[in-house]
T-cell receptor
Framework: GESVGLHLPTLSVQEGDNSIINCAYS??????FIWYKQESGKGPQFIIDIRSNMDKRQGQRVTVLLNKTVKHLSLQIAATQPGDSAVYFC????????????FGSGTRLQVQP | ETGVTQTPRHLVMGMTNKKSLKCEQH?????MYWYKQSAKKPLELMFVYSLEERVENNSVPSRFSPECPNSSHLFLHLHTLQPEDSALYLC?????????????FGSGTRLTVV
C-alpha cells in the first residue's frame, strides 16, 4: 500500500517528540476534511476529520487544525511512536452530498527510535 | 469478514489479458469508489457508485470497466491494459447523506502490467 516511487516530502522525528504535518487544500467551498494514514502494504486508514464550521478537533494523541482563511490543514501527533511511521494524506470533500474526496499528495513520517 | 475486502492482493497480467478486480464491503454503506494510486498521482478518483448507480466517471479510459451489481460488491474489469496502468487499485466505501466518517478503504490490489 505504500506510495512506491513517489517523491514525497518527508518528516523525520524522534520517538516521543510531537509531529506536525501540513496540508494546503484547493477548494474554498470544501466543507469536510479528513486525515488518513497509510502504512506499507495497507490501504489508507481514517484518523480524524473536521468540518468547516470548526477550527480544531482533538482525538486520541491527534489534533487537526483548520485555517479556512489560508486554506490550510494540519495534523498534530503527540508523543510520536514508531508505529506512527507511515504516509499521511489530507482529503477534502469538494462534492456536496456525494462524499467524493480529493486527496493531497501525502507526507511520509519517519519516526526515529 | 469486516470492513472492505479486495481480491486479489497482487495481479500480474499481460497487455492482451482480461482480468477483474473485486471489492466487497460489509459495512452497509451506500456508496463505493475505485481509486488508482501510482507513482505519478498518489490517489486518483476513477469511479463513484452511489446506490448502485454510477454517478461519476473521472475521464477513465474505456479499458477500465466498472460494475456494481449490488450495494456490497464492486468490480473493475480490465482489458488490453498498458504498462502505465501498473498501480495500486484501491476500493473504498462510505455512507452518503449521513455526514459520516469518510471512506473506509480496502488494502488494495497491486497490479503489474507486463
Amino acid at each position: 500500500g505504500e506510495s512506491v516511487g513517489l517523491h514525497l516530502p518527508t518528516l523525520s522525528v524522534q520517538e516521543g517528540d510531537n509531529s506536525i504535518i501540513n496540508c494546503a487544500y484547493s477548494n474554498s467551498a470544501s466543507d469536510y476534511f479528513i486525515w488518513y494514514k497509510q502504512e506499507s502494504g495497507k490501504g489508507p486508514q481514517f484518523i480524524i476529520d473536521i468540518r468547516s464550521n470548526m477550527d480544531k478537533r482533538q482525538g486520541q494523541r491527534v489534533t487537526v487544525l483548520l485555517n479556512k482563511t489560508v486554506k490550510h490543514l494540519s495534523l498534530q501527533i503527540a508523543a510520536t511512536q514508531p508505529g506512527d511511521s507511515a504516509v499521511y494524506f489530507c482529503a477534502e470533500n469538494t462534492g456536496t452530498g456525494r462524499r467524493a474526496l480529493t486527496f493531497g499528495s501525502g507526507t511520509r513520517l519517519q519516526v526515529q527510535p | 469478514e469486516t470492513g472492505v475486502t479486495q481480491t486479489p492482493r497482487h495481479l500480474v497480467m499481460g497487455m492482451t489479458n482480461k482480468k477483474s478486480l473485486k471489492c466487497e464491503q460489509h459495512l452497509g454503506h451506500n456508496a463505493m469508489y475505485w481509486y488508482k494510486q501510482s507513482a505519478k498521482k498518489p490517489l486518483e478518483l476513477m469511479f463513484v457508485y452511489s446506490l448502485e448507480e454510477r454517478v461519476e466517471n473521472n475521464s477513465v479510459p474505456s479499458r477500465f470497466s466498472p460494475e456494481c451489481p449490488n450495494s456490497s460488491h464492486l468490480f473493475l474489469h480490465l482489458h488490453t491494459l498498458q504498462p502505465e496502468d501498473s498501480a495500486l487499485y484501491l476500493c473504498a466505501s462510505s455512507q452518503v447523506g449521513t455526514g459520516g466518517d469518510g471512506y473506509t478503504f480496502g488494502s488494495g490490489t497491486r497490479l503489474t502490467v507486463v
